[in-house]
């Protein structure tokens, strides 16, 4: 049983690294342009497009190798309960945020925030097929295998947020976004765990995966200016006692399956 949990997890590293460089060295040229406010190639905008498959395309390589690229690509059997559910629990998640904000005096706070241009409605799309064979389809299940439910989605969730490194260049900010990086760092790990609570309950389903990923760019928050401080601090803060109580509930069956 040793050899067969070490197998599965040997590729986690070459998988990370691929996921990541794939995806840093396509977006890259868009990321370079903005820094010195440049105006965007038709090449470069069609790269970071690209980009968001990184992790698709590492899974490709790295399960292909050990011919098991059906692990990946062939769970989707769940109730529709539970896609229902993830695609509007990021938006469920963000209405309390605002409700909240609201209540402590933040003002000019909208209560949703859809995506706002051609490229955002692109996003919701490309980014949740782009990412999620490789996060959950091929890195989560071996994570899990080597660390246990909860840390595995925590590690998984600190590895998705540097693999938004290059996205934190913005023709807004013409720079490396630090603040932006910065939040990512924080709420990413958070979502990977309540994105984990629902996987596990829907039978692992890369239906399940998938909508959530695509409800967090149905209603995206971080469009909010960061000047809407408390709207930001409420968000991070529902965030972690959402991650909390999934926590609790994951590590509660695991220790069940473990004495079972």
Not at 158 to 187: I, K, N, Q
Request: aromatic share 10%; glycine share 6%; proline share 5%.
């Amino acid at each position: 049983m040793r050899n067969l949990e070490r197998s599965s997890t040997d590729d986690l590293i070459p998988f990370f690294a691929l996921a990541c460089g794939i995806t840093w060295m396509l977006a890259a040229p868009l990321a370079a342009a903005w820094m010195h406010h440049d105006t965007p190639s038709s090449l470069s905008v069609s790269l970071a497009g690209l980009s968001a498959f990184g992790p698709l395309f590492a899974a490709l390589v790295v399960a292909s190798r050990q011919r098991r690229l059906g692990e990946v690509f062939s769970r989707w059997r769940t109730g529709p309960a539970w896609v229902v559910l993830a695609l509007f629990a990021p938006m469920a998640v963000h209405l309390v945020a605002v409700a909240l904000a609201l209540a402590l005096g933040e003002r000019q706070v909208t209560w949703l925030h859809p995506p706002a241009t051609a490229e955002h409605v692109a996003a919701l799309v490309v980014f949740p097929l782009g990412e999620e064979f490789g996060w959950r389809g091929y890195a989560y299940p071996r994570l899990v295998d080597r660390l246990g439910v909860v840390k595995g989605a925590l590690v998984l969730g600190v590895v998705w947020g540097l693999w938004h490194l290059v996205y934190s260049v913005t023709p807004v900010a013409g720079a490396f976004d630090v603040r932006l990086f910065a939040m990512g760092m924080v709420e990413l790990p958070l979502y990977s765990i309540l994105i984990a609570w629902v996987f596990e309950r829907a039978n692992r389903s890369m239906a399940v995966a998938i909508a959530f990923h695509a409800g967090a760019h149905l209603d995206h928050i971080e469009l909010a200016p960061l000047e809407q401080t408390w709207l930001h601090v409420m968000h991070l803060i529902v965030l972690a006692v959402l991650a909390a109580v999934a926590a609790g509930s994951l590590g509660k069956t695991a220790r069940v399956a473990a004495i079972a």
